[in-house]
């Protein structure tokens, strides 16, 4: 008994750690309609800048001023100003994108400015422990406990009591609304940013000082990430239900740890990592769905022209030759390891082959994953494990099993908002990453996958895999462009553009988003696969899930209609991630401040359009002609269409 | 054009042919706001029914409810005997129910050729393999252009779809590029493709200019003609009593006048609800785009 009392104070402890990151992304949603992934992000930077001013002797409590009450409003303000003014009321996936964007750039300059880990622990704010109901609880743990039960109550009465808080709370529900009323949409996303900025800050900087371990930057960054379940338990509106969910959450997580854990013993991976991600994925299922509604937003995205069937095959010629070209310089087996220029040459087409799938998602549906990057560590594994590694088969069951695996994903969530359906791509991929892959049976530290083998045709040199990568890629490529000349792709824009309009043509939208989820899953399971013969060993570090976002990143401030775009990320990717690691999360996060100005991405500006073949569609247009005549469109149509059928 | 029916009928008669729609006591409420209290009308094959009201009578409201958009808080929607009520909205599409909308929903990023061509291609499924291989590229489409010099059914019904309503010239523009009556036009054109027998029009007549809504009420005399069951909305009063067979009239969620378009100039609470306001196409602003 007295055992279950400690775990439930635990849980309790846990849960309030949940609820305190949780209540701060509620806060920024609400007021302001955008979900803030960097949330995380901007509680480590706190965590460091008060580990600066205390380490040069600066009191505690003042340093804690300083940071939560001076420098976070200011940054709030400046965030508001530069990145999600421009964002105010978009439905589309830039949202989301430019909150990612920022988690990006902010593990960047913390990377460059303090390094991945600091070696160095924050003394708490306050010292000793204390005993309750015979367990031993710090000081710090009540101090955290009763900030997340204060806050909760705090924002509780905010926004029920004061005119600000509903009007706060009218934001997300309808900017225009609340602008016809007479209150500014950008004054109170400010406000928004303003609080979720102080919260995000003291929530980084107490759990900062909890942390028994050094100051870590991904730890701290991610550490919300944990929150996300309980801020969806608490729809992304009530802040009570959001307290709640921590709790509970906490306690579920405590319990299952200590107690079914140990009897699950190796029967499976350990799974207590993965729970909050569960809960994610369980309490995102449990949600209503999305109300199809004739909304009138018309998309004005400028879309770049569709490259025809001999444009391609004749971009297609060009790049193998290129392909052929840089092979030549290629020398020795995989096992015997390759060059940097190798590896990069390997990279880029495994990336872009990742990256085309992403067009096809997010280019062409209009649905954010953030899933890809699983998919691969899925296929990698199974081009490992079939038939002892290396075999065909693998590589087929890679691209079928990842494509069914994603259908299964797809089914329960699709029904969900966007910013739902990405939440739901991110708890898999976590749920993955942090719970699966490191199993030793899985990927562990290092999986060998193999080397292809056909009867007169090896592919253990680095030469020959290189060129099968770039075949993959060229194909899937042009595999690409056809879907999107198809009937399938015109249905994929047209389900992006309007989804009311879509229905009521007929068209079934659930099952077109599942199949095209489906199909890209299935592309992104053969790009792992191929990764993986090309590489020889894979590791669970291969497919980190910050890696796999800020790859999502790279696509879409490169553009994410285009396959040129998919093609530049994945290069531009591979190379940085070579040359300058701690670069591609500033690049990214730089990028994607652009993307928040021209929403085409790089290949959308208007010079660079020019140089690839990939054209956009002009604005200007032929002047309106005159009406012609009406008639003569009934006649014979009904036969003709159904010949045409 | 068939004749217009006998006068000073109680209950809406159909002037031409059986019921297709039939809406029964249908109520919507948001929050405290009643959009609709019980409505009931019915819609005939092969007439075209107009539906006015003052802005806010709950016209798209109606609309919304038929085509599966906004479930009604009570009442009935039966399209030829059958029982919509829980139905999604595609699935009420495939019955032949097809509609344009007051605020444009277009395919914006797409050709106004595409997307008249997702409406012709609508009823293709995906175990259809014959139909949709033909909708494939690589089947006629290699050579980009030659899609039409191949002679690609699809493309070419779309075209005339398209020169049917007045927009030859037109199909490789950007849709979300175009001028209003012109988008109007397009989602006419992407209704008819799925060859509807329900057409459901929400004011395609605004942004057009005189000599365009004329022609367009040629037009819808001539799908009525052919068999298609029309109900129109619209504030264009001209275009209204010259093409419907009968009229209802929508104010504050309640039908309060029904009958033909002699019947209905005359009526009254007509003028009194709607009509008080000068007529001819004159209304209050706000409405429409
Ligand atoms: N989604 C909604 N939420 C709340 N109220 C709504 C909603 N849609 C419509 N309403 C209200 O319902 C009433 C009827 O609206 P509706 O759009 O059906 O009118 P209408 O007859 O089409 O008007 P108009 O001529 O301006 O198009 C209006 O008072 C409107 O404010
Ligand atoms: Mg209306």
Redesign the interface.
Known sequence: MSQFLEFTVLGLILGSVYAISATGLVVTYTTSGVFNFAHGAVGMIAAYGYWELVTHHVPGALAMVLVVLVAAPVFGVFIEWLLMRRLLGDTGERPVMVTLGLLAILIGLALVLFGENRGDTLSPLVNGTIRILGVGVTAQDLVIAGSAAAIAAALRVLFHSFRLGVALRAVVDDPELLATAGASPVAMSRTGWVLGSVLAALAGVLLAQQQQTSLDTYTLALLVVSGFAAAVFGRLRSVPLTYAGGLVLGLAVVYFGSYAQPHLGTLGPDLSAALPMIFLFAALIALPSVR?????R??????PRVA????S?IAAGAFCLVALACSMTLTGTVAGGTSSFGVILDHTMAYGIVGLSLVLLVGYAGQVSLCQFAFMGIGAFLMGKVAGGGSLLGLLLAAVVCAALGALIALPTVRLRGLYFTLATFAFADAAYTGIFPDTRVLGQGLNVGQIVLPGLSFGSNRAVFLLLAAAFVLTALLVL?IR???LG??L??L???P??????????AFTKV?VFAIAAGLAGLAGALYGTAAGTVGTSDFDIFTGVVFVLFVVVWSVRTVSGAFLAALSFAVLTHVWTNGVGLFAGAGIVLVGWTPNGILGIGPLARLVPERW?G?R??A???????????DG??G??R??? | MPPADAPAAERPAHAAGRPVLEVRGVAVHFGGVSALTDVSLSVAAGSVTGLIGPNGAGKTTLFNVVSGLQAPNSGTVTFEGRDLARMPPHRRARLGIARTFQRLELFGTLTAEDNVRVGLESSIRWWQWRRLRASFPWAHDVSGDGARAAGSRVVSLADRLLAGVGLAGHEDQQSSAMPTGNARMVELARALAMQPKLLLLDEPGSGLDEHESEALGTLLLQLAADGMAVLLVEHDMELVMRVCDRVHVLDFGHVVASGSPDEIRADPRVQTAYLGAPSGGARPPGGGR
């Open positions: 199809l509604r004739a909304v009138g018309l998309s004005t995205l400028r879309p025809t069937g001999w444009e095959l056809a000349r198809s009937l015109r249905r824009v047209a992006q553009d309007s009311a309009a879509y229905a009521t043509v007929g068209l079934n939208a199949a569609i604005r247009h032929r309106t002609g005159d009406a012609g005549s009406l008639v003569g469109v009934v149509r009904e003709e269409i010949a045409a059928g």
